[in-house]
Structures are given as C-alpha cells and as structure tokens.
C-alpha cells in the first residue's frame, strides 16, 4: 500500500514563504514523476508544478518564478518552495505521484495566505 504524508501547510502573510513536503512510502516502483495541485473553494484542482525522475521541472504560469520544486529521489520526498505568496495562492495543496500503471494522491495541505 502507497501513503503520501504532506506538511509544511499553514497561514502566512501576503509575501511570505512556505515549503511543502511529502514523503511517500510503501510499496513503489517505476515513480515517472512527482508534483503538486492545488484545489481552491468552488474551484477544480489545478496543476502547481512535476518534476520527473530525471529532475525535469514543469509549472503552471501563475507560480513561475516563485515557486521551486525540487525531490530526493533515494527518500521518495519531494519539496516545494514557495517564495512571494499572494492571497490567490490560497488552497488545499495536494502532492501525486505518476507511477507505472496509476497515480496516488495525498490527503492535502491547506495554505492559507492573508493579513
């Protein structure tokens, strides 16, 4: 059985900076990519950013440039940064990862950005 434990979530200030973490374990293999998606109030769950096994990045324009996302593949754990947050970064962070034959999801972080 595959379990994604994520941290790091909480309330910041607009400007601010959080780092997310998840660590998957159990039984995996063949992980194609790791990410983060975002799912607001009233909103469909959208892409943050992947990053594959061979350290290939990918963004969702509203986050480049504040947001970085980086893995250690020998710990299955992936990270993201994030730099510059704005009230509209608001949402339940969600990490996934893309193996051979399906997806799993963790249960989400919420980030909370406001004054």
């Known amino acids: 059985q595959v379990q994604l434990v994520e941290s790091g979530g909480g309330l910041v200030q607009p400007g601010g900076s959080l780092r997310l973490s998840c660590a998957a374990s159990?039984?995996?293999?063949?992980?194609?990519?790791m990410g983060w998606y975002r799912q607001a109030p009233g909103k469909q769950r959208e892409l943050v950013a992947t990053?594959?096994?061979?350290?290939?990045?990918n963004y969702a324009d509203s986050v480049k440039g504040r947001f970085t996302i980086s893995r250690d593949n020998a710990k299955n754990v992936v990270y993201l940064q994030m730099n510059g947050l704005k009230p509209e970064d608001t949402a339940a962070y969600y990490c996934?990862?893309?193996?051979?034959?399906?997806?799993?999801w963790g249960q989400g972080t919420r980030v909370t950005v406001s004054s």
């Open positions: 159990g039984s995996i293999f063949n992980i194609k990519s």
């Open positions: 996934n990862i893309q193996v051979l034959g399906g997806a799993y």
């Open positions: 990053i594959t096994s061979g350290g290939s990045t």
